[in-house]
């Protein structure tokens, strides 16, 4: 290499950070965990997703698990997002909540307080409670919601740190079933507004950054899918072109044809 | 005694701390203070008797016959 001329890399053209709780994320892509075959594939998926935030799950430790999935979210960087899920009652998340702030040494969690394991739908008496209570013991609460504005609401004004609605039901991959809700949702809240759960593909990304979400959570699209690495990447631009999209301005949507070409100066034929 | 450690019965010594059952359980070695000596982070919490104990209280809370402990960690999910 001569030593007149160093290419230095270029600076991110455009930080985009996505400030929660006065973190800034650099990756408005949140990851899950659940469905992954293997914690080194796993590993290769998040790290190609590029996201800054990861959520896992707590359970009984094992001896007999290998590799710790913690550790492996501390050597890369990524900021750990504990969750509650399997939890049925308020009292039953706020106990996991306690025990993740205690284990994982954060006050973030991603609360989630579902009905039954047929729908995995949270239960949203379930979900006022526990989140007015973890909000009272100080932890920052993002709570995994129905798509119901007034819901999402409510929720804020409890306190939550930010809300997070389900696009479809967890695992489904249905995509955003009511995209007129999630709208709503996003232009009378105050606090971030994450699209979680239902996500099938890059396209379902694209399109909650585009209904004005500020961040996606998704798992199974990426750990489930035929090569989660690949996948993984294909959500980070899916989420940097839907937001790009958003701040851009779409055109409206017009019943008729406009023609984008003059008509004037075409050549005339006899 | 014996007390229950994630729903199994364990036998430990005769007023055994949380410190010890977390030591013995992960073979990590724990400084008082809860943290392990590796200075590597220990990423489990404990629950005793369904109340989550703070890791500064692990050394100064004995287990009695008969307790239930929950010792958990961050797993894949969600």
Known sequence: ?270 | MNITLNGAPRTVADGASITALVSEVTGRALAADGQATDGQRLGVAVAHNSEVVPRSQWHGTALADGDDVELVTAVQGG
């Open chain 1, 1 to 270: 290499m001569t030593e007149s001329t160093t290419l230095t890399p270029a600076a991110p053209s455009r930080p985009d950070s996505l400030v929660i709780d006065g973190v800034a994320l650099e990756s408005r892509l949140i990851m899950g965990t659940g469905g992954a075959p293997s914690l080194d594939g796993l590993g290769a998926a998040l790290v190609a997703s590029g996201t800054s935030l990861t959520t896992v799950a707590m359970r009984r430790y094992s001896p007999a698990e290998s590799g710790s999935l913690f550790q492996l979210l501390v050597d890369h960087g990524i900021r750990v997002l504990p969750n509650t899920a399997g939890c049925f009652t308020a009292r039953d998340a706020v106990l996991t909540a306690e025990l993740a702030r205690e284990a994982l040494e954060t006050d973030w969690v991603k609360l989630e307080v579902i009905a039954d394991e047929h729908t995995l739908l949270p239960d949203a008496v379930e979900l006022v409670d526990a989140t007015e209570q973890l909000v009272n013991r100080g932890f920052k609460v993002f709570a995994y919601t129905n798509d119901d504005p007034v819901l999402a609401l409510r929720l804020e004004n409890l306190g939550a740190t930010a809300v997070m609605p389900l696009g479809s039901p967890i695992g489904t991959g249905l995509g955003i079933l009511n995209p007129h809700n999630i709208e709503l949702i996003v232009s009378r809240a105050n606090v971030p507004v994450v699209l979680d759960a239902g996500i099938g593909t890059a396209s379902d990304a694209a399109l909650a950054m585009e209904l004005g979400c500020d961040a996606v959570l998704l798992a199974t699209a990426v750990t489930r899918a035929q090569n989660p690495a690949r996948m993984g990447e294909a959500f980070k631009h899916a989420v940097i072109a839907g937001r790009l999209a958003k701040e851009a301005g779409r055109i409206p949507r017009r019943e008729h044809a406009l023609a984008s070409s003059a008509m004037e100066g075409r050549a005339e034929f006899l």
